[in-house]
């Protein structure tokens, strides 16, 4: 992980950074693959009373320069935390609590083991150390259900975005999907493969027993895309002190499907009064 004098610069400005509310603690809400920093748009309002609230889009997204974006750079999490460490150095921010959903909680916990003066908790959302089936552990894909979703992104990108919205949203509330389906297909095809593969065949098991900031880690009680026991077994694994807070709802959004639930989840882990 790089230090601050190696990193590149205008990283805020190139990663669309804003900033809401003007709380003393900054409060950071990172997306995961196929959103950017509008799929936080419920979430905001209520945490902006409390926090100085963070926001910015990762490396693929379409609001972001498509020079920013090298898929041989971005094959693993490495150059995404290392875009996250330059970002908070930039802005000169330490002890933030970071909200990390789905790839970005495994970016926020990879950051938190090279610099955890950064982080005074990371919460977890829908988060997942492995997607791929492996001995003695259910990630809730087998490698051939992963092929099919490549293979269906690569020959028909919008077709696939229509079924993944619905299947990934995992409620019938058709604004969240219609929000999610706008989002996947505003973004180039190659970029979303790409950013799958990483994604989906990534493991990054290794890290968690490595982290030594306290964690919260919060899961639908049923996602297609990470099943609950995901959330134990990162619970059994991290290196410090964590909880596990498991939604009443159903889907991979619940910022988007579920927000009431997750806003008060969120307040009861955040000592928010």
């Not at 041989?72 to 999490?77: E, I």
């Not at 908790?121 to 259910?138: D, F, Q, T, V, W």
């Not at 993944?164 to 509330?173: D, K, L, T, Y």
């Amino acid at each position: 992980m790089g230090t601050m004098c190696e990193c590149r610069g205008g990283i805020v400005e190139a990663l669309k950074a804003n900033f809401y509310g003007n709380g003393t603690q900054t409060l950071v809400l990172a997306h995961g693959f196929g959103t950017d920093q509008t799929v936080r748009h419920y979430l905001i309002p209520y945490l902006a009373c409390y926090f100085k609230v963070l926001v910015f889009d990762l490396a693929f997204s379409p609001n972001v320069s498509s020079q920013v974006y090298d898929p041989s750079k971005y094959a693993t999490f490495d150059a995404y935390a290392q875009d996250f460490v330059c970002l908070l150095d930039q802005l000169n921010l330490k002890k933030t609590v970071y909200v990390g959903h789905s790839m970005s909680a495994m970016i926020g916990c990879l950051a938190a083991t090279k610099r955890p003066e950064l982080f005074e908790h990371l919460i977890l959302l829908s988060g997942s150390p492995r997607y791929l089936n492996a001995k003695g552990y259910e990630g809730g894909f087998t490698r051939s259900e992963l092929n099919t979703i490549f293979k269906a992104m690569s020959q028909n990108f919008s077709s696939w975005a229509h079924s993944f919205s619905r299947i990934a949203v995992g409620v019938h509330n058709s604004a969240a999907i219609a929000g999610f389906e706008y989002s996947l297909r505003r973004r180039k095809p190659k970029i979303a493969l790409s950013v799958a593969r990483t994604v989906f065949l990534s493991d990054m098991r290794w890290v968690l027993p490595r982290i030594t900031v306290p964690c919260t880690i919060i899961q639908s009680r049923k996602d297609y895309i990470v099943p609950k026991s995901v959330a134990f077994y990162i619970k059994r694994h991290l290196g410090f002190h964590s909880t596990v807070k498991i939604l009443k709802t159903q889907g991979h959004f619940p910022q988007l499907a579920a927000y009431h639930l997750l806003v008060k989840v969120l307040k009861g882990s955040l000592f928010v009064e």
